[in-house]
């Protein structure tokens, strides 16, 4: 991606060049002109304020760390958690080799179940690029990817905890306020392609966020349910 520079940058970097660096130069050696010495401490200042808007510019572009990538994986999604509300079982989750070489998640249901996977992530916040095909013969609205926070288990609670519970698989947790969650477009149902996701996240504001959950659903806390086969592949993570 081209980034465009900055009208701040398109002024200092000319102006530092040509100007007022050869004049902070003249004044680290002593041999600037006596007439131009009362006026020197406006090249120190210019020179100040181009360094510290390099620094502030390289600071922002910084690229996000990379915290988790399925392809690295040595035992594809071997360290990820599944969940079905008719109970985890291997016929409805399975991975394969797409065409492209990639090693894709799937897992499915005949309507009548919520099912899904989750990928624990150690941040609070970043984002999340995935890409993703539904295989459904008609409806919508029923598949979402998430990023749900979660608590720190602590000495008294056990298994995983959804801030805003108490409990590991609290009732409130498919409804919860506190998930982030993505719906696909309509027309990406059934529509026999892949295509690219991208999830955004920010816990830094719920104190008791310790770490968060990557989390593609299906029917999950959804009025009207639908049967669907969700394929992923290619997720990563990064901290921001």
Known sequence: MIRR????????VPLTALVLLPIATNVASDTIPASWRPYTWIAWLFLLVATATAVFRRLRSRPADLIYASRLDESPYADWTFFASKGVRESVFEVVTTATGSVALGFHTPGDEAVGANKALQTTKGYVEFRYKIDSAGGAGFVYFAMIPMRDNGLERRGLIEVGAEVQADARNPTS??????????????????????LAFDFTNLPAAYYAIFAPRINEGIERTGAARVWIADVEAHRT
């Open 5 to 12: 520079l900055s009208g701040a940058t398109v002024v200092l």
């Open 177 to 198: 306020i506190y998930r982030q969650r993505l719906f696909p477009p309509h027309s990406h149902y059934g529509d026999g392609q892949w295509h690219q996701g991208r």
